[in-house]
């Protein structure tokens, strides 16, 4: 050894004198306090260790680390209770903790094994392994001014509005019409309909799509979220058909897939809207065709025959015109799924991943839904390329321009109920109930007594159905009874307020219900009835979902509750992790609690081929 070296000599004395030191028998001073502190954490220790060797009863475990022989221990020892105290919490709440954590490996768990493992890719892609890499490239930009302003200012917007964005370079938001570069027809038209300024959905939105990104879009219902796809696809159809008119057999080149017909119908509506004032305008004219279950195939192929630029459609028929080479996708370069959760929630998945086989190069995808569950995020992100997710308020939230109230009414008493409901507020009215019999029995009650009211379900036919809305959007009729088909994204303009009979089984569906009304910026009132019938599950999330929105929560709803509510409250405080149920979005339970999950399960376990699940589910409608 180098003796030389200052640092080798100091480690050498040092520990000579740590050996002299225990030769000497020496103690290092410790001072009282410290020592009663090491004192406890030995007693504490020693009672853990019992513990853990099974040494104490479960009903001591219970109440704390054996909290009695802890301080008749720390009573020989005279430490004080403030001491006694203090330590105790600590190992409480580090108990605690290593609970939260359990629930948090137990939740990762299953999400995982829900999570999506299959990307969402057509089976051509799959076998060829292509991966698309960067986001479809459009012509547009936005406005000089806006691209030299910094992006504090764009943040700033953001926030003002509460548009919460995702994704890499995001476009800038952009607070008109006119800055989106929309010629001056299509802003004629958008005004004639009252619509001035973009909503926070189209400001973010809009430009997006207009970039060619693709995109998640969550908006409550009611904020617009239409127009963010039905805009862009126009302004792309018309540069495509200036470029190369399309011919005979050709396209569409824009595809958007809903779960519902009345939807279905509700989008083509506004996508001919637009058109008349842009082809008045000496734009070329665009053909939108609809294909959807109930409507004579022959209107659908009378329209792809001229060169279709737009479709409109349901999975199935879709499906079944691909498959009978009625249709291609070889053109089709854009592609929106509105209600995209409930599309892949009613079984349409499958349907969906058949569709995608028929995509012959990228193309741009949107998806939009006003509930977006994480299993369904991780399973449009597998379809997306680079996407920007723009989310306006709470995925799962009810609008707060809905007075929600919830009463207690008996089973028997609830059609009779309806009546003295319908004194809160002039027409329109709709009222949901989840059977078909109900919603004949409402009707006929309804007209009984003098009420008129129009009716929809799966049970009646297309022409029945359609009747029945247009009399009831024409005003010809004060209520409209329905099954939850006319909650999906279907805009009655100007509802008053929705009764819900029932309350239905999952709360995604009752945020949908309510979101009829309220639309637009108007104010709206739900009411709905419950009793002993419903299941606590969905109570418990009705009820946080009244806390957030700041409703009126009735008595009987804070009865219900109780332990499950301190483990959410806990985990919002730590580290804010996402709340309430990461599967279905409910905010009154956890994933592990999850009622959807344990019924999808059960449905699997059971071996029920996706045909009769699908059977099952439309049954009601
Ligand atoms: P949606 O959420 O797309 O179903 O739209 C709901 C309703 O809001 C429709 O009647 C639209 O005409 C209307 N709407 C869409 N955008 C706006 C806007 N920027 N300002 C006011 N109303 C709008």
């Known amino acids: 050894m180098d003796s030389s070296s200052p640092s080798a000599s100091k480690r050498y004395r040092k520990e000579e ?74 190992i409480a709440e580090a108990r605690k903790e290593s609970e939260l ?154 595809l958007i897939i809903v779960p519902s017909r009345e939807l279905a119908k509700q989008i083509k509506d506004n996508i001919e809207y637009v058109c008349k004032f842009i082809e008045a305008d000496d734009f070329p004219e665009l053909r939108t065709c609809l294909a959807i279950g109930g409507e004579p195939v022959a209107t659908a192929l009378h329209i792809i025959k001229q060169g279709v630029h737009i479709m409109v459609c349901t999975p199935g028929r879709l499906i079944d015109m691909l498959d009978k080479k009625m249709v291609r996708l070889d053109v089709c370069r854009y592609l ?86 319908l004194d809160k507020t002039p027409p329109p009215v709709l009222i949901f109930a989840e059977k078909k019999q109900d919603v004949d029995l409402i009707q006929e009650y309804l007209l009984l007594k003098g009420v008129t009211a129009a009716a929809i379900h799966g049970g009646k036919d297309q022409e029945e159905r359609s009747a029945a809305v247009q009399a009831f959007q024409r005003g010809d ?50 009411t709905t ?3 002993k019938a419903n299941d606590e599950s969905v109570l418990l999330d009705l009820k946080h979902l009244l806390i957030e929105a700041s409703q009126k929560v009735p008595p009987f709803l804070t009865m219900i509750g109780g332990g499950e509510e301190d483990l959410l409250a806990a985990l919002e405080d730590v580290g804010g992790e996402e709340r309430g149920c990461s599967y279905c979005g409910g905010l009154g339970h956890r994933i592990t609690a999850c009622p959807r999950l344990e019924a999808m399960q059960n449905k699997q376990a059971a071996g029920i081929g996706r045909k009769d699940y699908l059977a099952a589910n439309a049954a009601d409608y």
């Open 17 to 90: 004198n740590g050996s002299e030191e225990e030769e000497d028998g020496y103690d290092v001073y410790v001072p009282v306090k410290e020592r009663k502190k090491q004192k406890i954490k030995q007693i504490l220790k020693i009672s853990q260790e019992d513990e853990e060797s099974g040494g104490l009863s479960g009903q001591e475990k219970e109440g704390g680390p054996g909290e009695e022989d802890v301080q008749e221990l720390a009573r020989k020892n005279n430490i004080s209770l403030l001491d006694q105290h203090t330590e105790l919490k600590k």
């Open 101 to 254: 954590e359990k629930q948090r490996r137990e939740e990762k768990r299953l999400l995982e094994a829900v999570a999506e493992k299959r990307a969402l890719m057509g089976v051509s892609e799959l076998a060829r392994g292509v991966q698309y890499e960067d986001p479809v490239v459009t012509a547009w930009r936005p406005p000089r001014r806006v691209l030299a302003m910094d992006s504090k200012r764009h943040n700033r917007v953001r926030a003002k509005y509460k548009i919460l964005v995702e994704g890499e370079d995001v476009p800038p938001p952009l607070k008109s019409f006119a800055d989106m570069k929309f010629p001056r027809c299509i802003l004629k038209a958008l005004q004639k309909k009252g619509i001035e300024k973009p909503s926070p959905i189209q400001m973010q939105g809009i430009p997006a799509a207009l970039k060619g990104r693709d995109m998640i879009g969550i908006a409550f219902t009611g904020s617009g979220k239409s127009m963010v796809f039905i805009l862009p696809i126009i302004m792309f159809c018309i540069e495509q058909e200036k470029k190369m008119p399309f011919m005979t057999n050709e396209g569409p080149y824009g």
């Open 336 to 421: 929106v799924m509105d209600e995209a959760d409930r599309m892949i929630d009613m079984g349409f998945e499958e349907d969906v991943r058949t569709i995608y086989s028929y995509f012959k190069a990228q193309r741009q995808t949107l998806l939009f839904s006003a509930t977006m569950p994480k299993k369904i995020q991780n399973f449009a992100r597998s379809a997306l390329v680079k996407p920007v997710t723009v989310n306006v308020g709470r995925a799962g939230a009810a609008s707060m321009c809905v007075v929600q109230e919830v009463e207690y009414v008996k089973q028997e008493a609830k059609v009779t109920h309806i009546l003295t409901c």
């Open 477 to 526: 009729k004060d209520v409209l009874v329905a099954t939850d088909v006319a909650s999906k994204g279907l805009d009655f303009p100007g509802i008053k307020h929705v009764i819900n009979y029932d309350m239905p089984d999952d709360i995604e569906n009752y945020v949908h219900r309510i979101g009829r009304t309220g639309r637009s910026g108007q104010q709206g009132v739900a």
């Open 529 to 531: 009835f419950v009793n």
